[in-house]
Structures are given as C-alpha cells and as structure tokens.
C-alpha cells in the first residue's frame, strides 16, 4: 500500500522569549528580561488563583523546584502534571491498599517470572523497553495472558487474548476472583496474615458467575475459568496493567479490581511476583515523587500529615497548607468558573492533550495569565501570554528521572541548548526571584540533595551512588546499603509488628462507560497509542518513520464492509462532543462495534475533539477509552492505496 500523502506540521525548537503584548495579539520576540518581569507580574496578580502544570518528561529536579515554586512563592498546592490523564488511578489504587504509589516490582523480575498477565496494556508499541522484558520472560519459560477488547500486537504473543468489552474491566476480574476462592486456589494463609476485607470482597464477586461474566464482557467462560487457574497455580506471577485500565471515568476502582487478585493469590511482596503499571512517559513516576501533585510532598509524604508539612516547612522557611490542591481536571474546571487566573505551564500541551480538547482551548482562553515553559511552540504555547525556551531534558539537562520501576537514573548535559534556551531551574528560580524568594542552586545536585534531606526513601541515593549502581530503586534510605527490588515484603512477615498496615481489598462495583452507544452512535471509541509516535506528536511528528501513516479510524473488516468503505477513503466520525474527518484503516485485531484511534496527530485529525471528559471521582482522570461515535461515509475521491479492496492488515510487527 501506498504512503497517504500528508505533510504534518513540524515543531522548530523556541530559541528566544516570546510576550504578547495584548490578549488575541500576535507573540512577538523579547528579551529574558521582559519576558520574566512579564510573568512575574502576571503571576504575581494572581495569588490564590494560580495553578501550575509541571512536567513529567523532565528531571526529578525540575519537578522538586516547580512544587516548591507552587507551595513556597505561590502559596498553593495547585500543581499536578499529565499523571493526571493516564497514571493517577494506579497512584490511588496502590497508594490505598499499599501506603505507596509505585509499582511494586522490578523489570527483572519479569525476566523470572512463570506468568505474566498483561491487562489493558500493549506494551508491544507503548512501552517497548518494558516489553523485551516480557519477551525474555517468555522465552525463560513463562505463560503470558493478554486481556484487551483489541487482539493487539502484545496480545500476538500471549498465550491467550481474552477479548473483553470496553469497560468491563471489573466484571472480569470479579470473575476471575469468583472463580479462584471456588476452585479453593485463594492463598488463604496470605489472606489472613497480610489483608482486611476478604468476607466482603468474596461476597461483593459471589454473583460473578463465570456465565453472567462471558454475558457482560464478552468473554468465553472457560477463557476466564482458564485464566483464574492459571494465575493462582503459578509460584510467581506478574499483573501488569496500562491506560486501558486507568483512562476510564472509574479507573481507581479497576486498577483496586486488579489489586484484589494479588491479594487473593499472594501474588505480591515476593521475588517475582507483584502489580506494575506501566507508565509512559519518562518521568511521570518521578513527577510524582517529587511532590508536582497536588497532595503529596516530596517523597510521596501527605500533605494532611502535621509532621510532614512542619519538616517541609522548616527546610523552606515557609507555611504549607493543610489542605490538597488542585487536580489538573479541578484546575480546568476551575479555569470555567473563574476561580483559577494563571497557570504556569512548563512541558505540558493539555490544548491537545485534554479530552474534549475544545473545550480544554475554550477555558485556558479565559486566564488572565497562561506561561508556558517549553523546547517546541505547541498549540499551548500558541495560547500563552508569555513562552520562555526552555533546555531538552534528555541531551541539555543535568539530573535525573525515575522510571516505572521506582528507579532513579541519572541523565547528562549532552550538548549546548540552541538559541538563549536556558534550564528549567534557571528560569524557575529566576521567577522565583523576582517574586521575592532569591533561590540559589549551584547546579541539579544541590537541588537533588535538598530532596534527599526531606524525602527518607530518597536519601541513600547520591549522585555518586546513582552512577555507580547505574540507577537504584526507591526506596533507598541509607547510603550504605541497597533495598530489595520489589516492595510490601513484610506483608509476608509473621511478625504482626514488622508487618505493619495491612492491605485491604477494595469493594468496588461495576459501573459501565458514561458515553453509551446508541442507535446515533453505535460505534465504541477506544483510544491508545503506536509504537512509532507519542502523545500529541510535538517531538515525534517531525521525524521521519517507515512505520508512520499518521492518523486513521481503524475499523474491523466487517465494519468497514457494512459502511462500504476501503482502506485510505475518508469518513466522518462523530460523537456526542464534536466531529472530525479521518480514512480508514482496516485491523482484523478489532471486533465489530469497536474502532480505535491515537493522539498522535491532533493538528491533522484532533481525536480529542470526540472523547468525553467524564472523569474518575478519586483520582480525575478522563475517560479517554471509551467514546460512542458513529461513521459516516464520504464522497469517494478514490482511496489512497490504489487497487486495494478488502481488508490490509496492521503492518507486521513481530519478527
């Protein structure tokens, strides 16, 4: 098949400050000078207002000084960063059973594994660093599950693909679980050293039915049967999960469904056997662990902790409020109403990231102030009063980032930043000073260190111990010894004191999508990303790639037959929210009723402008996964491909 003809948009780095100079004005160049002194006075205006955005792709460092510039200067905890709209409900969901919100188990250990349980996750094209783990696994002998309403290219590899229903997550898990505790293959010693709620939990999935599940999710029941055994019979098992659990309007409760069926099985606090939600960007984990979330301080400490706030507030000579900030989806919210005035905006580009990414643009109009701190100019940076260049966090920045396994890494100044770009911590404290807290950093190890003093599962981590040890997992308390690669070992403690908080089951309910399929919108929308581009495309659009075709509605083969359309012909895909025109793709991997597309390419196709901002109540995340749309076919102006009729496989993807 031929390559569509497209020519995306390409981002040039920011060399130079950007102002405004009135509100629908055109960005005009100006010095570092007028730029900050700009900001400062726009931010400055709108105390009690402001909200920051920080970022997930920088380093541990900048996202330490970007809390503080929010607590310290500004005197709120509104900051948060894209977690918001993929990871927070693995954050919750861990942090309610386990006290902590990090996965619980090492990439290593996936190399040891006996099984692996890949839940919402194609880990093939969206994390595939993580996923040669998987394939070593594999060849060392483990059996892999896949479960995903999509026969994806991870499922390719999975020893089963149980093909569930969009949002139907819980009813399966419940199965599963149902099925265990009948099958007497629950670890009932671990349940009753190591948990709470058991009774309640055996009694909220007794009507899950292996027969009522296949009903409701679309799942053979001996597949299910199947999988329930195989889970609980292994010695060590893996749960791994991604943004097919979390992007939905109850994503804590199912990142909690899957939670109760380590507990169930004791398939947690061992070598080789724990729950790993696999996060995308590079730095989402320690964005967290730093504090750039409106609840946590740095080293995941709570913010409601007298304690805790009074160390902080005695290492900052500051007062912290006892209160949570902001989400990100609060934030937004509160743009509607007013409430909040200016946002500091460093490496984000929620214009093209949010769901109902019109209304997202619509309400970010409304601040009287919106800086933004980035390499490329996004469509956000296309809407701020002030752009500051910043440095590339991977090639021109000192510091370090900490991946899905809880480990720190060091990363290195490269090369030189193009034009008057300058390190985000520069800039930070610049502002900083200007607004009357004249902060000196030396370099990102003074600040790294300043962390390590108020965070304990931080301290042990020097830089120095960093590169010799090439990365250390937290936590890592002391600066002699090095912990063990996954966590909640003292649950299996036989002593009650060493064992500490136990874990609780969650007692959650099924709770079907908020966007229902109707006979005007009869096609469910699931979103996810390819292994050739990432989020919106700023960084990666502008690269060539011999896999990349940018954006399609993919459809079934019998969907695509019943709307009389061919790969390459463009239709029109509506939802309750909005409309966007797209050509088809035909994957055999889909089921009929289910099409499938990215973020990837929102100044070509903008597929936000479909999804539904109906959010998680605990932890705000949208529901990205699941939008009901229908297809309407368009005057063919002859498909792209030539001679193509039928259907065209996903390019091949496993060698």
């Known amino acids: 098949m031929k390559k569509r003809e497209r020519t995306p948009k390409t981002y040039a780095r920011i060399t130079h ?14 010095g570092w000078d007028e730029a900050l002194d700009r900001a400062a006075a726009g931010l ?12 997930a792709r920088a380093t541990n460092e900048m996202n330490y000084v970007a809390q503080k510039f929010t607590r310290v200067v500004m005197g709120t905890n509104n900051v948060d960063s894209c977690n918001r709209t993929c990871h927070a409900p693995s954050v919750a969901g861990l942090s309610a059973v386990f006290g902590s919100g990090g996965g619980t188990s090492s990439y290593g250990e996936v190399d040891h594994t006996d099984l692996i349980l890949m839940w919402g996750s194609n880990a093939r094209f969206a994390h595939p660093i993580f996923f040669q783990h998987v394939l070593r696994g594999i060849r060392n002998g483990a059996r892999m599950y896949a479960v995903d309403p999509r026969r994806t290219s991870t499922a390719e590899w999975a020893e089963s693909w149980l093909g569930l229903n969009v949002g139907t997550d819980i009813p399966l898990a419940h199965a599963v679980g149902r099925e265990i505790i009948h099958a007497g293959l629950h670890n009932t010693s671990f349940i009753e050293r190591a948990t709470t709620g058991f009774e309640d939990y055996a009694a909220e999935v007794e009507p899950w039915t292996l027969a009522v599940a296949e009903k409701v999710t679309g799942v053979p029941a001996e ?10 019979r292994a010695e060590r098992a893996q ?20 939670i109760n069926l380590s507990l169930l099985t004791g398939h947690v606090g061992r070598y080789g056997s724990g729950v790993q939600p696999l996060r995308g960007q590079n730095n989402v984990q320690g964005g967290g662990d730093m504090g750039a979330i409106p609840n946590r301080l740095p080293g995941f400490q709570d913010i409601l902790e007298p304690d805790v706030r009074s160390k902080f507030e005695s290492a900052w000579n ?26 500091y905006c460093i490496g984000e580009n929620p214009a093209q990231s949010e769901a109902d990414s019109e209304q997202a643009v619509e309400r970010m109009k409304k601040l009287d102030c919106l800086v933004v701190q980035d390499i490329f100019l996004t469509a956000t940076a296309e809407l701020a009063d002030v752009v500051l ?17 809880r480990r720190v890494q060091r990363v290195r100044k490269a090369v030189e930043p193009p ?11 610049d502002l900083a000073g200007r607004l009357g807290h004249p902060w000196k950093y030396a370099d990102a190890e003074s600040v790294w260190n300043e962390l390590r003093s108020v965070s304990p599962d931080h301290y042990g981590m020097t830089y120095e111990r960093l590169a010799e040890h090439q990365g250390i997992q937290w936590p890592c308390p002391d600066t002699d010894r090095i912990e063990p690669t996954y966590l909640h070992g003292r649950l299996w403690d036989e002593d009650p004191a060493r064992r500490g908080r136990l874990a609780p089951f ?13 006979d005007q919108y009869p096609i469910r929308l699931t979103t996810g990303r390819r292994l050739d581009s990432y989020n919106t495309g700023v960084q990666t659009g502008s690269f060539a790639s011999p896999l990349r075709r940018g954006e399609y509605v993919e459809l079934c083969p019998e969907d695509a037959e019943r709307y009389g359309v061919s790969v390459g012909e463009e239709v029109r895909i509506s939802s309750r929210r909005g409309t966007v025109q797209a050509p088809v793709w035909v994957d055999p991997g889909l089921r009929p009723g289910l099409a499938f597309m990215t973020m990837h390419f929102p100044d070509e196709v903008d597929t936000n402008q479909l999804t539904i901002e109906a959010n998680c109540p605990i932890a705000g995340t949208a529901e990205f996964k699941a939008s009901a749309i229908r297809i309407e076919k368009l005057p063919v102006s002859g498909p792209v491909s030539g001679s193509v009729s039928g259907f065209v496989s996903a390019p091949a993807v496993r060698s």
Request: hydrophobic share 35%; proline share 5%.
């Open 223 to 232: 597949a299910i049967r199947d999988l329930a055994h195989a889970y609980a």
């Open 318 to 343: 500051t007062v912290i409020r006892p209160e949570y900030g902001m989400t990100l989806t609060q934030m937004f919210e509160a743009m509607e109403t007013g409430d909040l005035k200016a946002v």
């Open 419 to 429: 034009g008057e770009a300058r390190e985000d911590i520069d800039i930070i404290c």
């Open 506 to 518: 969650g007692i959650v309910k099924h709770d079907p999508p908020v966007d229902l399929t109707d």
């Open 17 to 30: 400050p950007l102002v405004r100079d009135k509100k629908g004005g055109p960005l005009r160049r100006a």
């Open 239 to 258: 749960l791994c999960w991604t943004l097919g659990i979390t992007e939905h309007h109850n994503g804590t409760d199912n990142v909690r469904a899957l």
């Open 44 to 55: 400055d205006a709108a105390r009690g207002s402001f909200g920051m955005l920080s970022c």
């Open 389 to 405: 260049p910043a440095t590339a966090a991977w090639a021109e920045t000192d510091g370090t980032t900490t991946n899905s396994e």
